[in-house]
């Protein structure tokens, strides 16, 4: 299949290509599902499934077909799927419309979408449609809610969630990873970097514009920390010992009572995991999953080490010191597929450290595209010259300190939704996203 990122041309097959993928993705990961499942809130933190497919059909029905004729609505959709109308503990108690109903709205909107996509003008003056924006900012909105619905699967209540198709790593395609990660640091010698990009084919807001930082040199962790690292800070008594952890992560983890990571639990003198339906023993040269931005912090200070800002990240994974040039991705312009990078839901985990060698970045680190989105030190805040584009609901309004800032996407993410400038944000106690990280330290 043509890739959309690859090119800036609209070509109105391929958008639908796209468009086609994008829900029988989502089709095939809700497939195993009962509708007594799609409709449960799993979660108090997590959307009823039910409640995404319709909010993905009609955030597509406002930008694909209503914003299009105009004027466009800054703002999500009202009624029903309106993400600040109706938080996430709230939408469970919705009237929602069963499967078979909502399926055929999905049908009739995404009907519409098409016929307007046949008699679009590529070459008005509307921004929406230059250079295909609006099309591609729908696609990556269904992707990402790929990603949010498997954060639902794995905290699922009742039978664990088995999926309709798992990616087969034992096809000899990807290298046999290492029983022992290299746990040193490389560094960065420090300088002017080109942060972010001016990118306005599929880049969000938040990713403009492009800027240039000078940042003193730094070292950073060659790979992301791992399952095995982690637990000689669980061993080490870390989450008990409050000289780790920040005022603001002492109260949180006295309060929640972590102590470990979560989905591990202490079975027969040894740490098991589980990811979906498959438990077992804890893989030692896994990226650590499912932690926390206290727990992060709390490790780098055991470690001491400190966690890298944003900035220093996106400058370890894009930035080619010898040539002064920006890389799209850690490897250079390739989209991301299942043999670069664990970026594919149909993994459904992570895999050890060194099973994708192309994954890494001019700077010497692994990693970081793909397994686990990796916190950093950041607080959500605009780039100089931002922007709203094209409504200020999508990152505007979660600009200011509660936020902090994750890189690199995970083994959920969708190849079209990740790049190197990609921000994503969520509080620093929440753990049920597929997070991980790695970690800086001064000069």
Known sequence: MTTIAATRRVDPEVIAEHLAEARARTLLLIAPLTDQELRAQHDPLMSPILWDLGHIAHFEELWLTQNLEGPVEFVEMPGLYNPFEHPRNERGALRLPNIAECREIMDQIRDKVLARLADNDWDASNALLREGYVYRMVLQHEYQHNETMLQTLQLKQGRPYSPAARFDFLDGRLGAGSSVPKHDMVRFPGG????????????????????????????????????????????????????????????????????????????????????????????????????????????????????????????????????????????????????????????????????????????????????????????????????????????????????????????????????????????????????????????
């Open 192 to 443: 002017p970097v080109d942060i972010g990009t001016d990118d306005r084919s599929e880049a969000y807001d938040n990713e403009r514009s492009r800027h240039t930082l000078v940042l003193p040199p730094f070292w950073i962790d060659r790979n992301p920390v791992t399952n095995g690292d982690f637990a000689g800070f669980v061993a080490a008594l870390g989450y008990s010992t409050r000289e780790f952890w920040s005022d603001a992560g002492w109260e949180w983890v006295t309060r929640a009572g972590a102590r470990a990571p979560l989905y591990w639990s202490w079975e027969d003198g040894g740490w098991q995991t589980r990811s979906m339906d498959q438990a077992g023993p804890l893989q030692p040269s896994n990226p650590v999953c499912h932690v926390s931005y206290y727990e992060a912090e709390a490790f780098a200070r055991f470690a001491g080490k400190r966690l890298p800002t944003e900035f220093e990240w996106e400058a370890a994974a894009s930035w080619d010191v010898s040539s002064r040039t920006k890389l799209r991705y850690p490897w250079g312009e390739q989209t991301p597929s299942k043999d670069l990078a664990n970026v594919d839901q149909l993994s459904f985990g992570t895999r050890p450290v060194g099973s994708y060698p192309l994954n890494v970045s001019p700077l010497g680190c692994y990693g970081m595209i793909g397994d686990v989105w990796e916190w950093t030190s950041s607080d959500f805040r605009p780039y100089p010259n931002f922007q709203s584009f094209p409504y200020a609901e999508y990152s505007e309004a979660f600009f200011g300190t509660e936020y902090k800032v994750l890189r690199g996407g995970s083994w959920a993410t969708r190849p079209g939704a990740i790049r190197n400038t990609f921000r994503n944000w969520d509080y620093p106690i929440r753990r049920q996203i597929f997070s991980g990280f790695r970690c800086a330290r001064d000069e």
